[in-house]
């Protein structure tokens, strides 16, 4: 087992970096939470922007936080307002990932997202980023994941 994947994922992008992260290798989950955003734009927009802007941490189903059999641990997230989507907020909360080497996999629409980033190196400053813009629609782009 070459390491853990546990990542969120709201419309797919997310599910289609896991598919390719279980064919390299890795072990995969997916956090689960009750927090949900409406299918329509705007309300969607608004309900996730502020909830990552404020740095919410909604509840997650089923979490399991256990990584001790796992030297390397990838964290997915897709981006909500320049930020990490506010259920990866208590992935992080409830998974101790010192002294692993992290790997951050952020999805966005368009490959950038400056909060996010200060973010993961304040808080993790070893940990090696890497950001695909909308894999669901550019699956070449998931070749960087090779470099892991
Ligand atoms: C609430 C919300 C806010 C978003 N904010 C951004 C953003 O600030 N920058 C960006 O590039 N993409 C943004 N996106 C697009 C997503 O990051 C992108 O579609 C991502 O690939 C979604 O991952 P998923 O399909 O696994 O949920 C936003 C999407 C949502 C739902």
Redesign the pocket.
Same mark, same amino acid.
């Given at each position: 087992m070459r390491g853990l994947f546990i990542?969120? +994922?709201? $419309?797919?992008?997310?599910?289609?970096?896991a598919k390719k992260m279980k064919e390299l290798g890795f072990e995969v989950r997916k956090a689960e939470s009750s927090f949900k955003?409406s299918r329509k734009f705007l309300p969607?927009?608004?309900?996730?922007?502020f +909830?990552?802007l404020i740095g919410q941490k909604p509840p997650l189903e089923n979490y399991n936080s256990d990584i001790s059999n796992f030297d390397t641990v990838c964290i997915? +997230?897709?981006?909500?307002?320049?930020?990490l989507?506010s259920p990866v907020n208590t992935v992080l909360e409830k998974t101790d990932l010192s002294g692993k080497k992290v790997v951050f996999i952020?999805? $966005?629409? +368009?490959?950038?997202?400056k909060k996010a980033e200060e973010k993961i190196k304040k808080l993790y400053p070893d940990a090696v980023i890497i950001h695909?813009?909308?894999?669901?629609d550019n699956p070449d782009r998931l070749l960087k994941l090779e470099e892991i």
């Amino acid at each position: 087992m070459r390491g853990l994947f546990i990542y969120y +994922s709201f $419309s797919g992008n997310g599910d289609v970096v896991a598919k390719k992260m279980k064919e390299l290798g890795f072990e995969v989950r997916k956090a689960e939470s009750s927090f949900k955003l409406s299918r329509k734009f705007l309300p969607q927009m608004l309900k996730g922007g502020f +909830s990552a802007l404020i740095g919410q941490k909604p509840p997650l189903e089923n979490y399991n936080s256990d990584i001790s059999n796992f030297d390397t641990v990838c964290i997915g +997230s897709p981006i909500w307002n320049g930020r990490l989507a506010s259920p990866v907020n208590t992935v992080l909360e409830k998974t101790d990932l010192s002294g692993k080497k992290v790997v951050f996999i952020l999805y $966005s629409g +368009s490959g950038f997202a400056k909060k996010a980033e200060e973010k993961i190196k304040k808080l993790y400053p070893d940990a090696v980023i890497i950001h695909l813009a909308q894999p669901k629609d550019n699956p070449d782009r998931l070749l960087k994941l090779e470099e892991i």
